[in-house]
């Protein structure tokens, strides 16, 4: 298994830990041989988590922006995002290892509480760490996490602050302090070696379904995959089938906040450099000195200062294009999508959404795009309501 993308990845973390990346690394492959395991993992999947998901033809779309669009539906596999996936497979994966207890962090909720929910199925106890700002505004997946068992730590590095990447610290601090006893599942594809592939790995399902279901429905290859970016597991998870088709499009939204111009977004890769965070190499958004710096964006899940090595590598190369998209974009998004399809996304989504748009200005009628709707949007009806008080 490779420990770099191109330049990017590794693992930068204290030696105590190193021991336990090592022993993750060689359970995981055996995990993968393993045919009772990836056998349950298949079977739970299917009837537990709700695979496949839909791609869904969305009509009306199509006609307002005058190109066929489908959205691939991970907003309603089990737990309402894509996020399960990973849960599941790690869960086992925990189990496999004979470890007591599974930690995580979380900043939307929705990883959290694909955990817990995990954690209640598996019998294993569960503790969350999540930023004192996600908690309030992200206060449903809470309750989700603390009816399903879970423990919350909240994180606060100074009064009323801590958000997703201060809970990925405290949970850090927790692993090397418990590492022998403690599982941490990791939320997307960052952090040290082999976090980044294995989490990759768990989530590649979401491409390899869009690829049968693309060719059953149209006979051919969508002419783009759009799917947001925050750590990026949802679109490495969309785009990692694809990447050796180089007539398919990939492109990644990331959060641009109140405008990159301003300072006040998570657009690591559209205006980070690169540097250590969380334990790899990749890009992020630090300060002179490559202290990582706080991210901003309207949605929780994506306010996050680095992002997934993978992604780093892909951008260098061009094979992933990536750009931002502001807040108030994706708010209108979100009630675009929920006025004209029924189908409320969460406010992560909705930044693939609001590309639509820019890929209009230069699409043909013949274009086929899919969209990775990759969570629902029920965990920010009351904070999109506070921001907008839309009918």
Request: with cysteine; glycine share 12%.
């Amino acid at each position: 298994m490779k420990k770099y993308f191109g330049n990017y990845g590794g693992q930068f973390v204290p030696e105590t830990l190193l021991p336990a990346l090592s022993e993750l690394e060689h359970a995981y492959e055996a995990f993968q041989k393993n045919t009772a395991a990836q056998t349950e993992l298949a079977l739970l999947s299917k009837d537990y988590l709700g695979r496949k998901t839909p791609l869904y033809f969305a009509g009306n779309f199509s006609k307002h922006f005058g190109f066929k669009i489908y959205l691939k539906r991970e907003d309603l596999l089990h737990g309402g995002a894509h996020k399960t996936n990973n849960g599941l497979g790690m869960g086992l994966l925990a189990r496999f290892m004979g470890k007591k207890r599974i930690i995580a962090e979380t900043g939307a909720g929705q990883h959290g509480a694909a955990i817990a929910m995990i954690g209640a199925f598996l019998d294993i106890p569960v503790e969350v760490y999540m930023g004192v700002e996600d908690i309030k505004r992200q206060h449903i997946n809470v309750m989700r996490m603390q009816i399903c068992g879970a423990k919350i730590n909240p994180v606060e590095v100074r009064p009323g602050i801590g958000s997703l990447k201060d809970a990925t610290n405290a949970a850090l601090r927790d692993w090397v302090t418990n590492v022998r006893t403690t599982f941490y599942i990791i939320g997307s594809v960052v952090g040290p070696h082999p976090y980044p592939t294995i989490v990759r790995d768990f989530q590649a399902v979401i491409g390899r379904e869009i690829k049968q279901q693309i060719l059953e429905k149209e006979g051919r290859l969508p002419s783009a995959i759009l799917a947001c970016v925050g750590g990026g597991s949802n679109a490495i998870g969309a785009f990692h089938e694809f990447l050796e088709d180089t007539d398919v499009r990939l492109i990644g939204l990331e959060p641009g906040g109140k405008g990159v111009e301003t300072g006040e977004h998570g657009a690591a890769l559209s205006a980070g450099k690169d540097g250590i965070l969380h334990g790899s190499l990749s890009r992020i958004l630090s300060t002179e000195d490559g202290q990582a710096i706080e991210a901003y964006s309207v949605s929780a899940g994506l306010d996050y200062p680095g992002v997934g090595p993978e992604h780093a590598h892909l951008a260098q190369t061009g094979r992933v294009r990536y750009y931002p998209i502001n807040d108030k974009d994706a708010l209108d998004a979100f009630y675009l999508l929920s006025q004209k399809e029924g189908i409320i996304p969460a406010l992560e989504s909705a930044h693939a959404i609001a590309y639509l748009g820019e890929y209009a200005t230069t699409a043909t009628p013949y274009d086929v795009v899919v969209i990775n709707l990759s969570g629902r949007g029920d965990k920010d009806v009351d904070h999109v309501w506070a921001l907008t008080h839309k009918c």
